[in-house]
């Protein structure tokens, strides 16, 4: 081990790490300050919904007069803060995060495949981080067409938008990076015996995420780059003829199409939510798995679902287009594909769920928030059928209830199956442990403030009030019976995020507590808990590299001395 | 792999080189050949498939590549055709546009 | 489950034809939803109970034996189809294929902007006049609706206010001269984008006058507020004000309201004629 | 700790690392082409008329340009096929060669593209879809082309002195160097017809 006894320098040993766990540190780090970034433009945001055109208290002198939030940055906020949850935060701490600790520890390497392809990832996603924000100061403000930045109104929109553009490239680009890593470093690096059936399901679905994101993410990349070219060039790529913008005939050439733009960005922005839930799943399964004491149930089922689930979200991306004059045959292919990817989900969750059944249920924080995810995403889950079929769609399309739809995949399901990733690995990070209690209040707190939030927003969408909307949908008629819901959600928005303080004390009165010198603290199975210290060794992870003999989840095993049976047990 | 392999695997580099040539040269001359547009773009298309196939499988050495590179070709390229109908798809999209 | 639906905000009316089909689908969908959440709901409630360390000291590893679950997965699936074949297929059918033509419909073309909808009407002809970029003039024709052409004479021309017959088929071509939006009838279940350099039909057939709307609203949060159009896909900054109002009227109430248009036109074109510098005395 | 299989196979795939990641980042390739292709199909049906390429580009010198990048994919592989064989001297001859090639190709590009924008009135990428397609495909295929360059040239001069401590790690890298390479001769080759034939 030569390596951990080198002279490091602050700077090589914690910046230009290409180790994988210091990039999964840094990524992590990151990734939780993008999160209480986009959490802050949404609570800016929230203010303006509850009470439209008054003045911002504490903050109001720097967004506009009178301390009045102006329309334009409200949609600034908007599309900053889906932009920044997803591409900046979620994605990131879930697979650039997680991803890149415990892959390799999981399945028994010594590194990721290429450790320097590894650090320039993480450098390009901090890069792409920040020229993403810098659109907030130049002209005009950050980019304002919402997260989806549909052309012709991107392509007018002020220079954010550019920025903006600039931006994805570069995430895409370390996003390409990191995928290329995790798929050789699962393919080429397990350990002897670790056969893909033998394999933890949070690798598994690392694994097709990585998919994902590398077939996925490029045309996003090849249409961002035309859409620079209409902004910067005039070129007419999605831009039809004979525009009038403001009175003024827009100078394109026309020709093209907004449409294409429309086709190309949910050509990866479907599979894209998918990249957001699966690293959820694999982390809510290895909590499961190690709370229940018992090995999940249908590990094959699981498997097969989880693939299913990525091919089959190529083929779904249409769903976000009915309204756009989509004919019969097409309309029915693509609700029949989105019904069909809706099974292999209610599989996943069928498993976890059975996987219940005959366990001794342990209620620490990680597993908490790890069944606090399976009704949360149920009902997100759920909440996604009446949106597949074109025909309710065309009631509930763009209101509300799509964002209540999407945020309960997203918030108090993957966030929350986050959340239960890091409490549960904290202790094998630092060698320490965290706080019960206030794990405990965190969760119980979070859990209803979510749903004080997005629970309501059901309701208003349902009363057909449309998203994106700067006063709330105060102006029109059909929001009457429930604008003053949007007080409602606004409070427990900020009462969410006052609860976020218990998991920041939390953070910080555990990082400062003593090791407790345990290695293996929830009697896990699988290497990461058992062939490794805690917190694991520099460069090289392993003393010895272990053998795997067993299946992921040998918990209970009928006849063994312990409970648990660790994958590189060979008795 | 041993010289004797390596130096076979020369002549047929050799081989597809010329090939190339030829079937670019070919390629030009279909565009003068007055076929119809559509007759056209197909033929074009095929020939170009050839030059293709033949750089991946001789120059990239596909033709004996290991499985997990065939996999991993196979979910392109099947994630490749999705993207390449997404247009056609689109057409048949539109309901009605007058 | 609609009544459910309708206590939570859910518009109480359906004022088109297409509407309660929609709703149907809508209830019927949100009952599959229901039963799974609830039944699914008390199975992991009770599993948490049962199961828990304290009363369940050892767990069993092989767990759950039977297989009832997966017969809960095929039914989630056959459900589905039924929904799919029986409801969501015929009733988008509907809503793209049975375009009424201009003869049995009334044909009204509607052109976005931001931030407003301009109604263009092709009046008792039942021609569209043409239009021309060149012609656009903000103030005075959005449009750009060239009044030379003979079957632009009697085009009726309107911002925000989209006035239809009760009980006719309505065509509503549907057309942008800027960004994409989204025209939307909440109360008739009608929403379609606006795309940039398309001109998309949707069609709908009212079940209610605005009068007998206004009836029904008594006594709500939403009384005296007629129907609306709003836009529902991001356009901009004024993308929260972009509305605009539609009235239903009887056959007689639209007629009149329609020669009363005429006759606005009428005046309007001769006011044109001696328009020489009235305004600079 | 050594990363294994850095340079020799992994015996149940049989390859070694960085072919399967060059492999990897060749389909997130053929995905940004792909959604350039299915752009222009897009573009191109959704309107009446759309240019033939003879209208506005030069066929012979494009066709030359076919030429030469498929020379310098020969002349790539036999590169590696010499370090096969141990013998560096052809080995640094050919990777010259194929320097000069993607050198010969991109000044002939210089002269197309040139000859565009002198054109009165100027074809610009704002003209029509047409050109534009052109200029963003041609242009980012030009980007991979100098980026190969870099690398080949990196190979060629500085990098090649790996040859002497690690030959198998060198020839495997000139491997992968040249997967990319034949990968981007690979693109114009569909290039040329959709865009200047058809
Ligand atoms: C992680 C993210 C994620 C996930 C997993 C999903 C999952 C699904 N989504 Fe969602 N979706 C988004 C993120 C996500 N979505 C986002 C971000 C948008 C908006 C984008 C934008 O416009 O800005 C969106 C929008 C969106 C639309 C477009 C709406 C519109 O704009 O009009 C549609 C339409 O079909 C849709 C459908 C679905 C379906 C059918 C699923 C299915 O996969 C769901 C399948 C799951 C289930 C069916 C649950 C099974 C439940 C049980 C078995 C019961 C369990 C009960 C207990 C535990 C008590 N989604
Ligand atoms: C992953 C994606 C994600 C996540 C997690 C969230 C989280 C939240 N979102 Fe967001 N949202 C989007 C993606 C997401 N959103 C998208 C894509 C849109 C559409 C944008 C558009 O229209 O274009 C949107 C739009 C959107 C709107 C609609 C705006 C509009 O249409 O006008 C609203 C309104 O209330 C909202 C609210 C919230 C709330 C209350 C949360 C809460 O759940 C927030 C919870 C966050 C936290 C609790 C912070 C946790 C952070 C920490 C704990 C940090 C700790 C730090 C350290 C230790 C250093 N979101
Ligand atoms: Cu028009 Cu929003
Ligand atoms: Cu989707």
Redo the contacts with the bound molecule.
């Keep these: 081990m030569s390596d951990n006894h080198h002279h490091q320098s602050f700077w090589t040993k914690y910046i230009w790490s290409t180790d994988h766990k210091v990039i999964g540190i840094q990524y992590a780090i990151t990734s939780l300050l993008w999160l209480l970034i986009g959490f802050g433009l949404m609570a800016i945001m929230r203010y303006q919904l509850a009470y439209p055109g008054t003045p911002v208290p504490f903050i109001g002198n720097f967004l506009g007069e009178g301390g009045i939030l102006p329309a334009e940055m409200y949609n600034s906020l908007g599309a900053m803060h889906?932009t920044i949850m997803i591409f900046l935060g979620v994605v990131p701490l879930a697979f650039g995060a997680f991803g890149n600790y415990f892959v390799p520890l999981q399945i028994g390497a010594v590194d990721m495949a290429f450790p320097k392809l590894n650090a320039a990832s993480y450098w390009t996603y901090f890069l792409g981080s920040v020229i993403m924000v810098t659109g907030f100061f130049v002209p005009g403000g950050a980019a304002n067409s919402g997260?989806?930045s549909y052309p012709p109104l991107a392509t007018t929109a002020t220079m954010g938008q550019t920025v903006w553009l600039w931006g994805m490239v570069m995430l895409i680009t370390s996003s390409l990076l990191g995928s290329v890593n995790i798929l050789v470093t699962v393919i080429q690096l397990r350990a002897e015996g670790m056969t893909w059936m033998k394999l933890p399901i949070f690798v598994w679905t690392q694994f097709i995420t990585a998919f994902l994101l590398l077939l996925a993410f490029p045309p996003l990349e090849a249409a961002a780059v035309l859409q620079l070219m209409d902004r910067i060039i005039d070129t007419s790529f999605f831009m039809p003829t004979g525009l009038v913008v403001s009175g003024e005939v827009l100078p394109n050439a026309g020709g093209g199409s907004p449409l294409l733009w429309q086709h190309l960005f949910w050509f990866l922005?479907h599979p894209e939510?998918?990249v957001?839930?699966l690293p959820a799943f694999g982390i809510v399964t290895e909590v499961i798995a190690n709370n229940t004491r018992k090995p999940i149930k249908g590990y094959k089922s699981l498997v097969y679902a989880m693939i299913f689930l990525g091919f089959m979200s190529f083929i779904v991306w249409a769903?976000?287009m009915?309204l756009t004059g989509m004919g019969t045959t097409i309309g029915a292919f693509f609700q029949t594909t989105?019904m069909i990817?809706?099974i292999p989900?209610?599989v996943i969750?069928?498993a976890l769920?059975l996987s219940l059944w005959g366990g001794s249920i342990r209620f620490n924080t990680p597993m908490l928030f790890a069944l606090g995810f399976?009704?949360m995403?149920?009902i997100?889950?759920?909440t996604?059928?009446p949106?597949?079929l074109a025909a309710a769609?065309i009631y509930?399309?763009?209101t509300y209830y799509?964002i209540g739809?999407?945020h309960y995949?997203?918030a108090p399901?993957?966030i929350f199956a986050l959340f239960a990733g890091i409490y549960y690995w904290f202790p094998k990070i630092t060698g320490k442990r965290t706080n019960e209690t206030l794990g405990k209040l965190h969760f119980f707190t979070s859990f209803v403030c979510m749903n004080g939030v997005f629970m309501p927003m059901f309701i208003t969408g349902l009363a057909g009030v449309s998203r994106r909307l700067w006063d709330g949908g105060e102006s029109y008629a059909h929001a009457a019976g429930v604008f003053q819901l949007n007080e409602f959600m606004s409070i427990f928005a900020w009462l969410l995020g006052v609860s976020q303080l218990f998991f920041i004390a939390n953070m910080i009165i555990s990082l400062r507590s003593k090791k407790t010198g345990e290695i293996n603290p929830w009697n896990a199975t699988t290497v990461d808990w058992t062939d490794t210290s805690s917190p694991p060794l520099g460069h090289g992870n392993f003393e010895t590299v272990p053998t795997i003999y067993r299946g992921p989840y040998e918990y209970s095993v009928p006849g063994a001395k312990s409970d648990y049976l660790p994958q590189s047990n060979k008795g | 792999m041993s010289p004797e392999e390596v130096k076979h695997h020369i002549k047929t580099y050799i081989i597809v080189f010329v090939a190339l040539m030829f079937l670019t040269v070919v390629t030009v001359a279909i565009s003068y050949l007055d076929i119809g547009v559509v007759p056209g773009i197909a033929l074009g298309l095929f020939v170009a498939s050839i030059k293709a196939s033949l750089v991946a499988c001789y120059f990239m050495h596909l033709i004996d590549e290991r499985t997990t590179i065939y996999w991993t070709l196979i979910a392109t390229a099947i994630s490749f055709l999705i993207l390449i109908f997404l247009p056609i798809g689109a057409m048949l999209a539109q309901a009605r546009v007058y | 489950m609609l009544e459910i639906l309708r206590k939570l905000g859910f518009p109480t009316v359906s004022a088109s034809t297409q509407g309660p089909e929609i709703d149907n689908i809508i209830s019927l969908v949100h009952w599959l939803m229901l039963i799974?959440?609830v039944g699914?709901?008390i199975y992991?409630i009770y599993t948490l109970i049962r199961f828990r360390a304290s009363r369940q000291p050892k767990a069993d590893y092989q767990g759950v034996k039977n297989h009832y679950s997966t017969y809960a997965e095929v039914g989630v699936a056959l459900v589905e189809v039924a929904l799919l074949i029986g409801f969501a297929f015929p009733i988008w059918a509907s809503r793209v294929n049975d375009v009424p033509n201009s003869l049995d419909s009334i044909q009204i073309r509607v052109v976005g902007q931001q931030f407003a909808w301009n109604i263009h009407y092709p009046g008792p002809d039942n021609i569209f006049g043409a239009t021309k970029v060149e012609l656009v003039d903000e103030a005075e024709n959005p449009i750009g609706l060239d009044r030379s052409d003979a079957n632009a004479k009697d085009d009726v021309f309107t911002i925000n206010q989209l006035h239809i017959p009760v009980d006719r088929p309505i065509n509503i071509l549907l057309s942008t001269k800027d960004v994409i939006h989204n025209f939307k009838l909440p109360e008739f279940r009608v929403s379609q984008d606006a795309i940039s350099g398309m001109e998309i039909p949707v069609w709908f057939k009212a079940t209610m006058t605005s009068q007998e709307f206004l009836e029904t609203t008594k006594g709500t949060a939403r009384d005296g507020m007629g129907f609306e159009i709003a836009c529902a896909q991001l356009c901009g900054l004024g993308h929260y004000r972009m509305k605009g109002y539609l009235t239903v009227h009887d056959d007689i109430g639209y007629q009149q309201w329609m020669s009363e248009q005429q006759e606005y036109l009428l005046e309007e074109l001769s006011d044109d004629e001696d328009d020489w510098g009235d305004d600079e005395w | 700790m050594e990363i294994p299989f850095n340079v020799k196979e992994r015996p149940d795939t049989g390859l070694y690392n960085g072919k399967l990641g060059v492999w990897f980042f060749l389909a997130s390739e053929v995905m940004l082409f792909g959604g350039l292709f299915s752009a222009y199909i897009f573009l191109r049906n959704g309107v009446e008329y759309w240019p033939h390429g003879t209208d506005y580009l030069d066929v012979p010198l494009a066709t030359l340009n076919t030429l030469f990048l498929i020379s310098s994919s020969v002349t790539m592989v036999m590169s590696w096929a010499s370090l096969k064989l141990n013998d560096f001297k052809k080995f640094k001859l050919y990777c010259g060669v194929t320097l000069l090639f993607a050198l010969a190709f991109l000044v002939v590009k210089y002269f197309e593209y040139s000859a565009k924008f002198a054109h009165d009135p100027p074809y610009l990428p704002s003209t029509n879809n047409f050109l534009g397609i052109y200029f963003t495909m041609t242009g980012l295929h030009v980007l991979h082309i100098l980026g190969g360059m870099l690398v080949i040239g990196y190979y060629f001069g500085p990098g090649s002195k790996m040859w002497n401590t690690e030959p198998e790690r060198f020839t495997n890298r000139i491997e992968i160097v040249g997967l990319y390479w034949h990968f981007v001769d690979l693109v114009w080759i569909f290039l040329f017809p959709v865009l200047y034939l058809l």
């Design positions: 889906g997260w989806t922005a939510v998918y957001l839930i769903h976000h009915y989105t990817i809706s989900s209610v969750l069928t769920l399976l009704p995403f149920g997100g889950g759920l996604g059928l949106l597949g769609d509930l399309h763009d799509v739809h999407f995949v997203v399901g993957t | 799974l959440f699914w709901g992991f």
